[in-house]
């Protein structure tokens, strides 16, 4: 591809088509934006793991389409993320069909048995996030949500804005006591 010596051409060709592929992914972040590898949602998880498997194939290829094809891919998946964050930001309904929504596990310090259930989230699990938040009184804790992204956020205060709540997935006897 580069050199007529086997040895020195497979070592050159390693290190420029993965330095190559590398700025190629770096210049499509810069063009995307900073979401692009953010932890958002399972769209972006499996685009980010598709992204290492492109970039490892464009590292190893052996001829020049193969490189070229491994770039376009890449592109591909950018092209892709964006159309899919325009849809979600266009159309909300769009976003609950790819995108998993907040929950609510813990309301004004009571856990939410069906919703910790529902997501697999145990006891000892939310135990955990509370002590990492220093939380040393579970009935100072407004909501704990899982959010779309995996992560756990803890709110505590002496009282929750409801705007906060906004896009979540509410405890049964919230959602009631709202609609009344």
């Not at 609950?96 to 989230?121: C, I, K, S, Y």
Request: neutral net charge; glycine residues 4%; charged residues 25%.
């Amino acid at each position: 591809m580069f050199v007529d010596e086997p040895v020195f051409d497979t070592v050159l060709r390693g290190m420029v088509l993965a330095a190559a592929a590398l700025l190629w992914v770096t210049m499509l972040i810069r063009m995307n934006g900073l979401r692009s590898l953010s932890k958002m949602s399972n769209f972006d998880f499996v685009m980010t793991i598709a992204l290492g498997s492109l970039v490892a194939s464009a590292a190893v290829s052996t001829e020049w389409k193969a490189f070229v094809q491994a770039l376009a891919a890449m592109a591909s998946l950018f092209a892709v993320q964006w159309t899919m964050n325009q849809l979600r930001m266009k159309w909300p309904r769009f976003r609950t069909l790819v995108q998993n929504r907040p929950v609510v596990l813990v309301r004004d310090g009571v856990f939410q048995e069906d919703a910790m259930h529902d997501t697999r989230v145990t006891r000892a699990d939310l135990f955990e996030k509370l002590r990492a938040s220093n939380v040393s009184d579970i009935s100072n804790v407004r909501a704990v949500i899982l959010e779309t992204t995996g992560d756990v956020s803890v709110v505590q205060g002496e009282k929750l804005d409801r705007d906060l709540l906004e896009g979540v997935d509410r405890p049964a006897q919230e959602k009631h006591e709202r609609s009344d």
